[in-house]
T-cell receptor
Framework: AQSVSQHNHHVILSEAASLELGCNYSYGGTVNLFWYVQYPGQHLQLLLKYFSGDPLVKGIKGFEAEFIKSKFSFNLRKPSVQWSDTAEYFCAVFGGSQGNLIFGKGTKLSVKP | SAVISQKPSRDICQRGTSLTIQCQVDSQVTMMFWYRQQPGQSLTLIATANQGSEATYESGFVIDKFPISRPNLTFSTLTVSNMSPEDSSIYLC?????????????FGPGTRLTVT
């Protein structure tokens, strides 16, 4: 069965710092990968997704992620975080038995103003 | 895209009682999913709600505990039966609107359930 690992449980940064959140998946075949974000009090929203092609994927709000097949990784990056990026971030892979997404445990990001 | 609403947004329930959570989508969708998010854990699929047939449950989840209805293509309910404190979680409804190779899954705001 596929699985997703997010290594950082809670990341605390100051505004303007660079961000990289780690995500590793277990499946070795073709993968569809996603990053979702959940702002405080709001529902899960899609940040970006990778299906094929350019392994560097750009999403909303200045986020990007790089798919590195050899490392089974799909890390999320942002060059300069803002206080409004405070949220919980979930990495996910498509491929559950029912066509569902399989999620990591999430990384809580706190950005200090 | 899809706009999903859930009711209730939160509830505090007593042990042994049941709660039914409603999920309404603003467009017709084929696939609707119910997930559970326990404190400090990832989202875990409970079941897929199938229109016109019984839900398909993931391992570890059973119909007697989590009965699901899907009367049409825009609505589904999840009931958490005979609740215990271990059922305290956020329950999320999700839909797949892609209808094709580009997978698009959207989530409702969730129902935060506390069982005392």
């Amino acid at each position: 069965a596929q699985s997703v690992s997010q290594h950082n449980h809670h990341v605390i940064l100051s505004e303007a710092a660079s961000l990289e959140l780690g995500c590793n998946y277990s499946y070795g075949g073709t993968v569809n990968l996603f990053w979702y974000v959940q702002y405080p009090g709001q529902h899960l929203q899609l940040l970006l997704k990778y299906f094929s092609g350019d392994p560097l994927v750009k999403g909303i709000k200045g986020f990007e992620a790089e798919f590195i097949k050899s490392k089974f990784s799909f890390n999320l990056r942002k060059p300069s975080v803002q206080w409004s990026d405070t949220a919980e971030y979930f990495c996910a892979v498509f491929g559950g038995s029912q066509g569902n997404l399989i999620f990591g445990k999430g990384t809580k990001l706190s950005v200090k103003p | 895209s899809a706009v999903i609403s859930q009711k209730p947004s939160r509830d505090i329930c007593q042990r042994g009682t049941s709660l039914t959570i409603q999920c309404q989508v603003d467009s017709q969708v084929t696939m609707m999913f119910w997930y559970r998010q326990q404190p400090g854990q990832s989202l875990t699929l409970i079941a897929t709600a199938n229109q016109g047939s019984e839900a398909t449950y993931e391992s570890g989840f059973v119909i007697d505990k989590f009965p699901i209805s899907r009367p049409n293509l825009t609505f589904s309910t999840l009931t958490v039966s005979n609740m215990s404190p271990e059922d305290s979680s956020i329950y999320l409804c999700s839909v797949d609107t892609s209808g094709g190779p580009l997978y698009e899954q959207y989530f409702g705001p969730g129902t935060r359930l506390t069982v005392t």
